[in-house]
């Protein structure tokens, strides 16, 4: 990822765009954070809010005029929230002003003519910066046009206060002063004339000026000679007093006065937050208006702010608030984690956390892809052979099975040599629900006419989710190969992820959903099941683009006069089951989190369309059934809602068994594949450690191999007081620990332990 690219994704998150209320303030004040530190009465926190840019709070903070009030999204949905007043009691709760450290002095005389607001504000500035700075006041009191303009809100301490932090910088006062503008002007460096102040013409500026329209804020057309002010609003009377005391420092150090000042002022924001649900709430009223919110009164008006953000994708989505950001920081980490040459990439599970589904898309504002950034992502980093072998290799293992002879198969029905449509389960479905599998095939084939196709394998997602376009390409080529020497039929799709490969990816071979097959021919009345209750239905997270597709399901479900619940989270807004994009290999303690997120959101029994969907879900604990539950019901099963996950080992053997079962039915043969070597060593395993063996991924095929290792010469370990042994093999990219001990002509297996990492070396 280049520099650029990285900027155009980045660009895509609002997260980081200002609030409205922060956008509209002449100086930036973020009034969010007060108005958040305010309703926890944390006011020495809101004061250092104030702090940060607002110049002088102890004055302004009592009169400004508040512009971002007028943008505040809580006035959408009630009123405003009263920031001013906030500020208010900000500043009368916690006065004790920050200590501010100014930087060495300067050589360089400046003069500051006037002290109302914008004169301050220029001394304030300057005066850290280490200018030399000297205030003239015509009149007897320094600030006493401000104590008697806003007299009721700014008393004379409060003005001396400020005034005194003033001095503590350096700055000389002289009051009563005589305006001798020549005088002035060849006594001093840069001269400032406050118009809020100042009444007089000697300057050559006249009194109404507001802010002077020149080449630069501050302008009056007079090297030197720099003016503002002239704004009845206070807070622009300080915001222009702070650009003005910014054009003077250019001028004085001879740099550009223009370059970097695009966000001076008021700007634009792109944030975007969603009101939707938000109850209308009115503004806190005051017991006493003249000394402004008490304490509780202020909180509580503080509590009413939305705190005005983005993060919708986080909202909805676990991958995203598990790391701790949002996708902005998160483009940066995944950037910063290619960019590295030597050293640890700790970005790297972020990357192959994600599920791809797409919902962060969906929800934002801007169409942030964080699927399509972590997919290029992880592209690259197999590219550069940079990606950990272990973070897929399970899954890429359990592909290279259904596409291997045990599970592999493409034939046209019996007794046909050409065929119109392709049934093409999936391997998921053939490995959760084998039975339904050779159901559907043969309602197809009674059903459709011109013949029905059968094959069985995996559609290479694996290797698309995991960054192995080499690979994947070479599935899919093997898949269209195997297609087109059947003839080219219609592919007829039971899977929504194999479904979404072929139209994203083989879109020439014209694949329909099985749903979609089945709205048309009409639904078996033989043993259809109905559920006793409303079934919640979830969307696959592949079938997020294909609403035809969630259609037909629906239409389904009414036929099968079933009561249908919809998800808040459904549709284009679906959420992923936690296997998508192959999050469960890669991280399966935030995969899990996920799938019991989604389990939560309604308390009716799910009806998934989706295999992997329906085991992942019932691997929480959700009771979930299968649309084709509906209607091809498995023989002597009254409640396939309660039906348990499909372990892994499971999974394989109804694959291989499916195929060997369908040869035999169907085309009177025999497998070629007479089974796995070890198949005949019976293992003893108990349930809680089979749940042990299916979390770690751990197949029986595994314990196998390295009991057998153990028992022929390989590394092994006796407990001396239980008689367990322990057994070791490294297979591939991951090494085995198997503790077990002999029973009769088998073996018990306690426990068992995976570490997937690459070995380099001998």
């Not at 550069?384 to 897929?392: L, Q, T, V």
């Not at 079962?661 to 497998?671: K, P, S, V």
């Amino acid at each position: 990822m280049e520099q650029t690219e990285l900027r155009q994704w980045e660009k895509r998150c609002l997260q980081d765009e200002p609030a409205p209320c922060v956008a509209a303030c002449p100086l930036h004040v973020d009034a969010r954070a007060l108005v958040g530190h305010a309703a926890a009465g944390q006011w020495a926190k809101a004061l250092a809010v104030l702090n940060k840019t607002m110049p002088l709070p102890g004055i302004l903070g009592r009169i400004c005029d508040a512009p971002c009030q007028a943008v505040c999204n809580r006035a959408k949905v009630g009123d405003g929230i009263r920031i001013a007043e906030l500020e208010r009691a900000c500043v009368f709760r916690s006065d004790t002003p920050k200590r501010v450290l100014p930087l060495p002095k300067k050589p360089i005389r400046v003069a500051v003519v006037g002290s109302a607001l914008s004169s301050l504000t220029v001394a304030w500035d300057l005066a850290r910066k280490g200018y030399d700075l000297t205030i003239y006041e015509p009149g007897n009191h320094i600030g006493g046009g401000l104590i008697q303009r806003y007299a009721g809100r700014l008393s004379d301490k409060a003005v001396s206060a400020e005034v005194g932090r003033i001095g503590q910088l350096g700055v000389q006062f002289e009051t009563g002063a005589v305006l001798d503008a020549d005088k002035i002007r060849k006594s001093f460096a840069a001269v400032y004339v406050g118009l809020d102040g100042i009444l007089t013409e000697i300057w050559g500026l006249k009194p109404e000026a507001s802010l002077p329209e020149g080449r630069f804020p501050g302008d009056t057309g007079t090297d030197g000679v720099f003016a503002g002010g002239g704004h009845p609003s206070p807070v622009w009377q300080a915001a222009t007093g702070r650009w003005s005391a910014t054009s003077m420092d250019r001028w004085l150090q001879k740099v550009s006065m223009d370059a970097g000042r695009e966000n001076e002022g008021p700007v634009e924001t792109r944030l975007i937050t969603n009101l939707k649900g938000i109850a209308s709430l009115t503004a806190v009223v005051m017991a006493d208006p003249e000394n402004g919110y008490a304490e509780d009164e202020a909180r509580a008006e503080g509590a009413r702010c939305l705190q005005c953000q983005c993060l919708e994708c986080v909202k909805v989505c676990e991958y995203l608030d598990a790391f701790n950001g949002y996708p902005k920081t998160y483009a940066r980490e995944i950037y910063n984690n290619l960019s590295i040459v030597m050293g640890e990439r700790k970005s790297n599970r972020l990357i192959n956390s994600c599920s791809l589904c797409g919902l962060c898309e969906a929800v934002c504002p801007n169409d942030f892809a964080m699927q399509d950034l972590c997919l290029a992502a992880r592209q690259d980093m197999v590219r550069r052979d940079k990606m950990p072998p272990s973070a897929h290799d399970f899954a890429l293992a359990d592909m290279a099975f259904s596409q291997s002879d045990a599970f592999f198969l493409a034939r046209h029905a019996p007794g046909r040599s050409q065929s119109r449509y392709l049934f093409f389960p999936g391997c998921h479905l053939a490995a959760s629900m084998p039975g339904q599998v050779t159901r559907v095939y043969d309602y197809l084939r009674e059903q459709l006419a011109g013949g029905v196709a059968l094959m069985l394998g995996c559609c290479g997602a694996p290797a698309h989710w995991s960054g192995r376009q080499a690979q994947f390409s070479a599935e899919l080529s093997r898949w269209e190969t195997t297609w087109q020497e059947l003839g080219g039929p219609q592919p007829v799709v039971a899977c929504a992820t194999c479904f979404k490969v072929f139209k994203d990816h083989l879109p020439s071979v014209n694949p329909v959903s099985l749903w979609e097959v089945v709205d048309q021919i009409g639904i078996p009345q033989a043993g259809v099941f109905r559920p006793d209750g409303p079934l919640a239905i979830h969307d696959p997270c592949t079938s997020r683009d294909t609403p035809a597709v969630q259609e037909a399901v629906r239409r389904l479900v009414h036929r099968l006069n079933v009561a249908a619940e919809e998800l808040a989270l459904g549709r284009e807004r679906t959420e992923c089951c936690g296997f998508g994009g192959l999050m469960e290999n890669a991280n399966p303690d935030l995969a899990k989190k996920v799938t019991e997120t989604r389990s939560r959101r309604s308390e009716s029994d799910y009806l998934a369309y989706c295999a992997m969907c329906r085991d992942a879900l019932a691997g929480v604990g959700k009771r979930t059934v299968h649309l084709l539950d509906l209607m091809f019901p498995e023989p002597n099963v009254s409640d396939p809602a309660a039906r348990s996950r499909t372990g892994w080992s499971r999974r394989r053997e109804n694959r291989q068994r499916l195929k060997s079962d369908l040869l035999r039915a169907l085309w009177n043969e025999t497998a070629d594949d007479a089974g796995e070597p070890d198949a005949a060593m019976r293992l003893a395993i108990a349930p809680d450690v089979a749940e042990i063996l299916q979390s770690r991924r751990i197949l029986e095929e595994n314990l196998r191999q390295v009991i057998r290792h153990a028992e022929n010469g390989g590394a092994r370990f006796c407990h001396a007081e239980t008689g367990r042994l322990l057994g070791m093999q490294r297979l591939g990219y991951a090494t085995f620990w198997v503790v077990y001990k002999p029973d009769g002509d088998g073996y018990v297996v306690h426990n068992a332990y995976a570490h997937r990492m690459e070995v380099v070396g001998p």
